[in-house]
């Protein structure tokens, strides 16, 4: 099949960036969305011209290197999907296909489609973990922790950090982001020590980074290839209002 | 040049207890005016960092990608093993050691791997204080799964998504250090050479890959927890970015390579559609818990699965291995696949794929049951196939998956280069030659949580270890010669894709060196990797500038790499004329088609040293002695 | 103290400032509505009514309570904007609504124009009725709102600015009034799901009463 691309080239963090025309000529649509990107810059190799720069890595939807909005939408057309399981077969012969890269103040574009997340690494520093060092651990099985609590945990942990639902989030918000990480540990027996410090540093560190606040209109849990619930962003400030008048922080 | 591997002596199990009680200790105060090089941060660097940032040792810590969050290890699915034996069915540390000895087809070192199932129960003490949501049953209790190549469950896991949740523990302490300011963090680094000064590892160069510039850091030791070397095979289950580089150029400045030829081939893993793949997805084989595997018992049977009958339909792997069925070990799944399809029953398009059936467990036990626990890799199976596999058999064929080879590490995890400690998969030493499910997880962390933090002292304290700059003449050399190749790479200004040439690789090695090897093949991929090499050279086509991202250069620079690794694991396949675990070899069989081993002739090491670019490298061998588990030949009828 | 203050001017106390208010203002409608039903009651039962209500003592320390409620929101409202339109200095050149479960809606992203179009209609509505002509019911000495109303509503174009304003109003409720919930963390499995559902009921039917009320005295006074 014939896909007509229209695809952001910016030389570098401070250029001008703008859409450029490429044609995907003789593509199958059992590729994934990234092989043809990968077939489109091995011609644009062999010419000798600069390849379009994009992040991608396990190319199984784990890693969360893999960030395009396509069409207008973070990771694309298809619900819990990230771009690199995104097939040609959700195209259609002849279609023009819009992709850009992630857009925010804290994501700064370092060239063409790749943006630098490192704001989301700064929040985890902030208080994204559990204080335990290597060594003391009590046995794994000291403290129960009932099936559905920990479901639930795991549900909130599946975050894979790719940064969709800031990309999608008309203010630029990182708080689906924080939320997961925050619900995933203060629901767990293991996170309750540092919970109210948690909650408060992390949200301080994103306001911080210039991440946006937040709507509730839920694209980011429309756009999150894990299908994270907007529910943790609630669990999130309940755990803020707590901070505040349980612990006074 | 003599290996030692400076194994402790004493009864096997207290051999690690003995040598933490001897190895020197370096004070507390102290710590923090050593600087240590940690490269990587998927479950063994970001572990080793973490561990080591929390002793007070100052960290550098560097990954290729935007955040140490993505290392490969997050794509690990099904688990991680642990001699817990919280099931009471037996399982042992002793039987964990054995099994795991067993699996690797007797060419691991014993002492290595009965401290590795020592440490299996420390590290899921670990995660779960760290907030990993391993999970549970309804009592509240740790659950466990069976896995391949085991007869009791002690496989520890959190949904599909196992790799991703340790490594997002290990991630987090990693993390709570770099507030601590104990570790700097390094992203979007490549590290392209190694620093050797007086014989010791000192420091690496690296190439910032957001704006190209040549770094030298400097350190009084080198971690290297950089991964295996699946993608020298082009298709493999690994990440696009997953390469050879950093032990690659560590071996070009002296650290011996070891057992390069041991690779695996995982069984369960979608199968190839067309040339544009780029990459090979692996389903856990967990699956196999609950999935049948067959194929049709006719030759090139074309009918839709749904329409063979049962008598018809031949479950290859429960006729043949009635003990363990469909969870013999991945090695013997893989090969078994690969005759079914050598003989034409093969199934799908290509025919090189065979049925992964779960209707009997849909049956058995529900589709709620089945999507509980496989719904994730259900829905990815789907998502790249189009097919729904609730209704049709998975189809799967094995890819290559793990490197068991890597660089030689003494018991202390040290390499040949004194101060460059080598951990995880790009290490040689717990797996053998064939490494058993769920123990990958398990290496990488008791290497950077539990093993790493001792030794690391041992040799900190028992060195002298004068101050350096970055500024010496050998980080000068080391830079001069990263450049060299980068003006080098941009100015061949050819014609071939850099991607071509890989592919045209990974084809050699698939075909020549892959689940079946001969003399005759690998004679044939030793001619034809240099020619390649020779055209990468002459032809290849890398654009762009060296002052800002090029992915194009950091490609080119790690498939050059890969062009002159090949040919040592060829080199390392052809010396081996046997076949043991993952290597096999068609001259050594059994009259039943199992692997034979030769432990008379090759119950060694093969650790390879570089003589040069095209020099035939010198071999140097660790004779491998059995105390403890005797030789015999593996069988999993 | 100072921690105190932070906590509200962060994205998150940002956002559970904006809910408590957004609810309270909401609180008053739903009051408002119930009071201004009266006036199918007739001339007298309106005006009794409304003569008791302002007649009460501690309405002026609500009414300087509700002033100062909306103001914050208001405020609130408006910094949150900027500081989110700061966010993404560079935007998409093509943007698309990612689809279900999103709860984006026209109400949804026109939040903040709707929030301005109110501002200026609750100024102008309170300059004409609470602030309009002291006119008395005849015989009781009280302030004859009914007729104030009647004669308001008299003209067709202040008629099409309330109803207009009252779809504003149901606009600004329809995406407002669950996401408050949202904001102060307040979700459920099961109970969410009918919360969305009635906050859109709840924003239907107050903004169709109000315009009912518009419209009906329209049409009594044009008989009368």
């Not at chain 1, 959700?90 to 630098?116: N, Q, S, Y």
């Not at chain 2, 009965?114 to 590290?123: C, Y």
Request: charged share 20%; glycine share 8%.
């Amino acid at each position: 099949m014939r896909l007509n691309l229209k695809i952001w080239r910016q030389a570098g963090p401070g250029a001008a960036g703008r859409l450029e025309d490429y044609t995907a000529s003789d593509v199958s649509s059992d590729m994934s969305f990234l092989e043809m990107l990968d077939v489109v810059n091995d011609s644009l190799v062999r010419q000798g011209k600069d390849a379009i720069a994009f992040d991608s890595d396990c190319r199984e939807g784990i890693c969360g290197m893999c960030s395009l909005v396509i069409n207008g939408v973070p990771h694309g057309p298809d619900r819990g999907t990230t771009v690199c399981q995104l097939h040609l077969r959700r195209f259609k012969e002849g279609d023009t296909i819009t992709v850009e890269p992630w857009r925010a103040r804290a994501f700064p574009v370092i060239k063409d489609l790749v943006v630098d997340r490192s704001a989301f690494d700064r929040i985890i520093i902030a208080g994204g973990y559990v204080s335990v060092n290597c060594g003391g651990a009590p046995d794994g099985n000291a403290i129960l922790i009932p099936k559905e609590i920990s479901e639930t945990a795991m549900d909130s942990a599946a975050c894979i950090g790719c940064g969709a639902c800031v990309a999608a989030c008309k203010n630029a918000s990182a708080h689906l982001f924080m939320s997961a990480k925050i619900s995933h540990l203060s629901l767990l027996p293991q996170g309750q020590v540092e919970r109210y410090r948690r909650v408060v540093a992390m949200i301080e560190q994103a306001d911080a980074d210039g991440f946006g606040s937040c709507s509730n209109e839920g694209e980011c849990e429309a756009v999150c290839p894990k299908e994270i619930s907007i529910s943790n962003i609630a669990r999130m400030t309940r755990e803020y209002v707590r901070a505040m008048l349980v612990a006074g922080k | 040049m003599r290996l030692d591997a400076k194994e402790p002596s004493g009864p096997i199990a207290s051999k690690w207890d003995r040598h933490q009680f001897e190895m020197k200790l370096v004070n507390p105060a102290n710590k923090r005016k050593y600087t240590i090089i940690v490269v990587g941060t998927g479950l063994a660097g970001a572990s080793a960092a973490a561990s080591l940032g929390e002793l007070g040792y100052n960290v550098l810590n560097f990954c290729i990608q935007d955040s140490p969050r993505r290392a490969h290890s997050i794509a690990a699915q099904g688990g991680i093993n642990a001699a817990k034996n919280y099931q009471n069915d037996g399982d042992s540390v002793y039987r964990l050691f054995y099994d795991t000895v067993k699996g690797g087809d007797y060419r691991s070192r014993e002492s290595n791997v009965h401290r590795l199932a020592q440490l299996s129960v420390n590290i899921i003490d670990q995660c779960v204080a760290q907030g990993v949501p391993f999970a549970r049953e309804y009592g509240g209790l740790l659950d466990n799964r069976s896995f391949g190549g085991a007869q009791v469950s002690r496989t520890f896991y959190a949904r599909g998504q196992t790799g991703q949740q340790l490594l997002l523990g290990a991630y987090q302490s990693l993390m709570r250090q770099v507030h601590a300011r104990t570790v700097r963090l390094f992203a979007r680094r490549e590290m392209l050479d190694l620093v050797v000064i007086n014989g010791k590892a000192r420091g690496i160069t690296t190439r910032n890959l957001v704006t190209g510039e040549i770094e030298r850091h400097v350190g009084d030791a080198v971690i290297l927890a950089t991964g295996g070397y699946g993608t020298a095979y082009y298709l493999s289950t690994n990440a696009v970015n997953s390469n050879v580089t950093a032990s690659w150029r560590a071996h070009k400045r002296g650290a011996l390579f070891a057992n390069p030829c041991f690779t695996q081939i995982h069984p369960t893993c979608i199968p190839v559609s067309g040339d544009h793949q780029s990459k090979l997805t692996l389903m856990s084989e967990s699956l196999r818990n609950d999935g049948r595997v067959w194929v049709p018992k006719k030759q090139r049977d074309t009918r839709p699965p749904e329409q063979i009958p049962e008598a018809e339909r031949d479950y290859y792997l429960e006729r043949k291995y009635p003990s363990f069925g469909n969870l013999v070990p991945r090695d013997v799944a893989s090969r078994n696949a690969k005759q079914a399809c050598d003989d034409g029953r093969g199934v799908g398009d290509s025919g090189l794929s065979v049925y992964l059936d779960f209707k009997d467990a849909i049956e058995r036990l529900g589709p709620d049951a089945i999507k509980e626990k496989y719904g994730n890799l259900f829905h990815m199976y789907q998502k790249i196939t189009d097919e729904n596999p609730y209704k049709v058999p998975m189809r799967i064929y094995p890819a290559m998956h793990y490197t068991m080879g890597g660089l030689w590490v003494d018991y202390n995890l040290m390499s040949t280069i004194a101060g460059l400690h080598v951990l995880g998969e790009a290490n040689f030493s717990d797996h053998g030659a064939n490494r058993l499910g769920a123990s990958a997880l398990m290496q990488g962390l008791a290497d950077g949580y539990f093993v790493i933090p001792y030794t690391i002292g041992h040799y900190l304290a028992g060195e002298s270890l004068p101050k350096v700059t970055t500024d010496h003449d050998a980080f000068k050399e080391s830079a001069d010669r990263v450049q060299k190749q980068v003006n080098q790479l941009l100015s061949i200004k050819g014609s071939r894709g850099i991607r071509e040439i890989h592919r045209a690789l990974g084809r050699i090695m698939w075909d020549d060196v892959g689940m079946a090897r001969t003399e005759e093949s690998l004679k044939r991929a030793l001619a034809a990797i240099p020619k390649l090499r020779e055209d990468f050279w002459h032809n290849v086509s890398v654009p762009g500038t060296p002052d800002n991202l090029n992915q194009s250069l950091e490609y080119a620079g790690r498939v050059a790499d890969y062009l002159e690794f090949a040919e040592l694991l060829a080199l390392d396949a052809l010396d081996r004329s046997e076949s043991c675990g993952g290597h096999f070899r068609e001259e050594s069989q059994t009259p039943d088609g199992e692997a034979l081993r030769d432990d008379a002739n090759y119950s060694y090491v093969a650790a390879w040293e570089f003589k040069g670019v095209g020099k035939e490298p010198e071999l140097h061998k660790e004779p491998l002695n059995f105390e403890e588990v005797h030789p015999t030949q593996r069988s999993y009828k | 103290m100072t921690t105190r203050v932070r906590v509200f001017s962060s994205s998150v106390g940002t956002k559970l400032l904006i809910g408590i208010t957004g609810l309270a203002l909401f609180l008053y409608l739903v009051l408002h509505i119930g009071g201004n039903l009266m006036v199918f009651l007739g001339r007298d039962v309106f005006n009794q009514y409304s003569h008791m209500l302002l007649s009460n003592p501690l309405i002026p320390v609500i009414e300087i309570g509700l002033v100062l409620i909306f103001l914050l929101h208001v405020y609130k409202t408006i910094t949150m904007f900027l500081g989110n339109r700061k966010a993404r200095p560079i935007p998409y050149e093509q943007k698309k609504y990612a689809g279900a479960p999103s709860r984006k809606t026209l109400a949804s992203s026109t939040m903040i124009l709707s929030g301005l179009w109110l501002l200026v209609f609750v100024i102008i509505h309170v300059s004409t009725f609470k602030y309009g002509t002291e006119y008395e019911a005849p015989g009781t000495g009280i302030r004859d709102l009914y007729r104030l109303e009647l004669e308001n509503f008299s003209n067709p174009l202040t008629v099409g600015f309330y109803v207009l304003s009252m779809l504003v109003v149901g606009s600004h409720l329809r995406h407002g009034v669950a996401s408050a919930f949202q904001s102060l963390g307040a979700t459920h499995p099961r109970w969410t799901p009918r919360l969305l559902v009635a906050g859109k009921v709840a924003a239907a039917v107050i903004a169709g009463l109000f315009m009912a009320i518009a419209v009906w005295a329209y049409a009594t006074g044009a008989r009368s």
